[in-house]
């Protein structure tokens, strides 16, 4: 069964013709069962029919090609090569050893040779699913030859044709998370002691969950250079989010118009600040610093979620419904918006919309519980 799905992948990846064949009835005969049992998935059979054939005739490069491929998709990779490089001597035109001759090169890990035939057959080639096969073999051979800038331009390229393929997004962040990786080893070597390396060191321990040691190290940045932008700012969400004193968040308060000083655009910051004086019920001193925070970043849906909250807890309903109902547009698959966007239509009279709501949100909840959701939260 999986070497059927792999043949279905084979034929649908590359519509392999079936040969003009030759005028020998017993050769004719063998080239057909060769490719019908190559697209059956009967890989050992296909070869045998091909071979057969090509002791009969061995000028048959069509014949041979397919070979080829039974050699490729049965991963015998060697006796695939042998057989492509023979039929493009054969007839320089096909198209199935330019592509497939590469491909099978680069399985061996013969990235040095395969290189320029996938580079060339990517840039080519017609068909969107051999295409993706070609861009995923050269982006590894690349990596693999160390060839960074190269492998950077082919990612870009696969990522821009196959936004959504799991093979290329995941090979693409193999690259870019070793790059980033080589990148920051760098500048620990030749800036041990800079503020950027501090920088670093505290963003490592953060995910590490020392949450003490990364703000330790964000101060230590600070002190090299006290105009950093973004270390007051994350000192502030490590306050917020783990310290358990009962003035913390005063004291992320402080970061954060610290943070406004170094970078008076600073959405995010803007942001934090509303949501502590939200939290804290401070309603007025809120809806200011999320308003502010809209004007430089209007597309954040959190920042319009936690305005429309603070404006429904001061009673001014609409004002909170203008502020939401951007954010479903940009965010339609957010329960959370659906979920506040239900109170709200109902204290506003607008009942139907409100259970259009609910039913939309209930729908998004993918755990139990959806419906007896607490609607005074």
């Not at 000028?59 to 490089?85: H, T």
């Not at 803007?270 to 401070?282: F, M, T």
């Not at 506040?340 to 506003?348: F, I, K, N, S, V």
């Amino acid at each position: 069964m999986k070497r059927h799905l792999v043949s279905c992948a084979l034929f649908c990846l590359l519509a392999v013709s079936v040969p003009l064949f030759p005028q020998q009835a017993g050769v004719s005969a063998e080239v057909q069962a060769g490719v019908a049992a190559l697209k059956q998935g009967d890989f050992a059979s296909a070869e045998q029919h091909f071979e057969t054939a090509l002791k009969t005739d061995p000028g048959l490069a069509e014949v041979r090609a397919n070979l080829g491929l039974a050699f490729y998709v049965d991963r015998r990779y060697p006796q695939a090569i042998s057989q492509f490089r023979e039929a493009l001597k054969q007839n320089p035109s096909l198209q199935t050893p330019k592509s497939f001759l590469p491909l099978s090169l680069a399985a061996i890990g013969n990235c040095s040779e395969a290189m320029g035939g996938l580079s060339q057959e990517f840039d080519l080639s017609a068909n969107p699913r051999l295409r993706r096969v070609l861009g995923l073999s050269l982006l590894k051979c690349r990596m693999q030859s160390e060839d960074s800038a190269g492998a950077s331009e082919t990612a870009a390229k696969l990522l821009a044709s196959y936004p959504d393929d799991p093979d290329v997004l995941y090979t693409a962040g193999q690259l870019y998370t070793r790059l980033s990786n080589l990148v920051y080893l760098r500048l620990m070597k030749v800036a041990p002691h800079s503020a950027r390396t501090y920088q670093l060191t505290a963003a490592a321990a953060a995910a590490d969950g020392n949450w003490r040691g990364a703000i330790s190290a964000y101060r230590q940045a600070l002190q090299i250079d006290p105009n950093l932008e973004g270390a007051h700012l994350q000192i502030a969400i490590l306050i917020l989010t783990h310290s358990q004193q009962p003035g913390a968040w005063t004291q992320a308060l402080a970061e954060l118009r610290d943070e406004l000083r170094i970078d008076p655009t600073s959405a995010e910051a803007d942001y934090e600040i509303g949501e502590v004086y939200r939290k804290h019920n401070q309603l007025n001193q809120a809806v200011a610093a999320l308003d502010r925070s809209l004007q430089f970043d209007p597309s954040a849906v959190p920042t319009r979620i936690s305005l429309a909250k603070a404006l429904r807890s001061l009673g001014k309903k609409q004002d909170a419904l203008a502020s939401l109902e951007p954010a479903q547009k940009s965010a339609p698959d957010d329960p959370d918006i659906h979920f506040l966007l239900a109170q709200l239509y109902r204290e506003l009279g607008r009942n139907a919309e409100a259970r259009a709501q609910i039913l939309e949100f209930q729908r998004l909840q993918k755990g139990p519980g959806a419906e007896s959701a607490n609607p005074g939260r």
